[in-house]
């Protein structure tokens, strides 16, 4: 079966969006292969989003296929804290962005509900929370030029500036340029001093996901994808990191993990994270192409503390979204905003040289120094955070401290430009690439964009056994 029919079948030509009901559907167990079985055995690196989407595919064409996963769990960066809360409290991934695409159709596929979180975001201005509408009223201009840009990101074709530059360039007044980096590059995981503006606007023109954010109010995104991918669950060999992949024999693949147990071989999908690749936590023998490699330092994967706190009742506005601070955190967000009645909690990311500040501190430091900025923004009698502030609902998670993660998401650094198709160029057409960081439609660093990114890889590998 050749190529186009493939992708016909597949349905990978389609919009992202529209991918997912038609794998399951069109590719359920029990529907024949496309070809005749393929004799060898593909090995899947990590079991992410990007491999547990990888692997699904792969085994609707009777392939034979396994995923070695370093962790004792699925999932990687979409990952579940214990049940503190009355709703899923996500360590990792917890927004769906955008109606449109393969991760919110397969959800809603599950009968999962989804809330859409309205926009209502809160910025501090000079150390003092105000909505947008009453900036504007104002009007605070340096607010409103921030805003502008914002909006107008996606037509930026200027030079190839960090996101900061770019910001001094168009003249946005200091004290508002938290505007642009806690909406921009907060949740992107970076800070706008190493993120490429034109990286952030070739995305947003790229980006074919659908509009809106939302949570998933019943179900963690764990428990999501455990269910959207409960075929290939007993595929999964856990607690086997490889750190080593030996294909100098041009027939067989040779990994080994960190027992000194070896899996052999024909081709590989690897998933792990950039941070991973660049830790040089996998060994290659030969020594991986330059091509591949070079890509790496024009991407970035910046440090990433999550942290959740929790008070007794909420200091803020009850229908703020979203708090914009110069803090530790740049952007605070409200996960139970439409999923409980009470909305007593904040969670933030705190990223890059936010997070570069924080180390070496402990979690009750970093709790104190994030409540003290809280303090000042809500100053009644001394300090409403801290004196509403309920320690035991709260938690601090660092990504970066996570050995087979090592931070939080991609993005593009300057000159980053098509960075993500090099690094993602097949290897012999026996290596293969999948992951956010590998994304190409402008949605690297989320959940969609790993599974698009399994998507590709798989097509790559479909084109070489299924033809051979
Ligand atoms: C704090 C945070 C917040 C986020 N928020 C959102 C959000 O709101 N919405 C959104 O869509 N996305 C969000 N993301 C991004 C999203 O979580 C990721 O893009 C996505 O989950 C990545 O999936 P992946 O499969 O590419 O990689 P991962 O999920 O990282 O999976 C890679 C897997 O490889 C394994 N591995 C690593 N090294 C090895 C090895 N040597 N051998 C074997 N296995 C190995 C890891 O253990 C891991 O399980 C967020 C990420 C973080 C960290």
């Known amino acids: 079966m050749k190529r186009r029919e493939i992708l016909q079948k597949l349905a990978l030509a389609v919009p992202a969006g529209m991918m997912f009901p038609s794998l399951i559907n069109s590719c359920a167990p029990k529907d024949p292969p496309l070809q005749p079985v393929y004799e060898g055995k593909v090995i899947i690196i990590g079991a992410g989003a990007a491999g547990l989407h990888a692997a699904q595919l792969i085994k609707n064409q009777n392939v034979s296929v396994e995923i070695l996963e370093a962790s004792s769990l699925y999932g990687g960066r979409v990952k579940i804290n214990d049940p503190f809360f009355d709703f899923p409290q996500e360590q990792g991934a917890d927004y769906i962005y955008g109606n449109s695409n393969i991760w919110y159709n397969g959800i809603k ?34 607010f409103i030029n921030a805003q502008n840009f914002v909006s107008n990101l996606i ?78 669950l007993s595929l999964i060999k856990f607690n086997t990191p490889i750190t080593n992949i030996d294909y100098t024999d041009p027939t067989n693949i040779i990994l080994t993990d960190g027992d000194g147990n070896t899996h052999e071989c024909t081709r590989v999908i690897l998933t792990v994270p950039l941070a991973v690749l660049k830790s040089n936590a996998i060994n290659f023998s030969p020594a991986l192409p330059l091509v591949n490699t070079s890509a790496w330092n024009r991407i970035g994967m910046s440090g990433g503390i999550k942290v959740t706190l ?29 999923r409980t009645n009470s909305n007593r909690v904040l969670s933030a990311l705190i990223v890059g040289d936010q997070a570069d500040a924080l180390i070496g501190k402990s979690d009750e430091e970093i709790v104190q120094l994030l409540l003290a900025d809280l303090d000042a923004i809500y100053p009644a009698q001394g300090g409403k955070a801290s004196k509403e502030f309920n320690e035991a609902d709260s938690y601090i998670f660092d990504w970066s401290k996570q050995e087979y993660i090592k931070g939080a998401q991609s993005y593009l650094l300057v000159s980053g430009t098509g960075a993500a198709a090099q690094m993602s160029t097949p290897i012999q057409d026996r290596i293969f690439w999948a992951g956010e960081a590998t994304a190409l439609n402008g949605n690297n660093a989320t ?21 051979s």
Not at 447 to 462: C, I, N
């Open 109 to 142: 596929d599950k009968g999962i509900t989804l809330e859409e979180i309205p926009k209502k975001g809160s910025f501090v201005m000079d150390g003092v929370p105000a909505f947008e509408a009453d900036l504007i009223a104002q009007p605070d201009n340096d």
């Open 447 to 467: 959940v969609q964009g790993a599974m698009e990114s399994a998507d590709r890889a798989a097509l790559e590998l479909f084109d070489v056994i299924l033809e």
């Open 310 to 338: 929790s008070f007794i009742s909420n200091f803020w506005d009850k229908s703020t979204t979203a708090i914009y601070t110069e803090g530790y955190a740049r952007q605070y967000y409200v996960p139970g905003i439409v």
């Open 155 to 232: 037509n930026y074709n200027g030079p190839d500036l960090t996101l900061q530059n770019a910001v001094v360039s168009a003249q946005i007044a200091q004290r508002a340029h938290h505007v642009v980096e806690g909406q921009v590059a907060t949740p992107a995981g970076a800070t706008y001093n190493n993120m490429s503006v034109k990286g952030i606007s070739d995305n947003l023109k790229n980006w074919d996901g659908g509009e809106g954010r939302y949570f998933s109010t019943n179900q963690s995104l764990v428990q999501v994808l455990g269910s959207l991918y409960n075929d290939v």
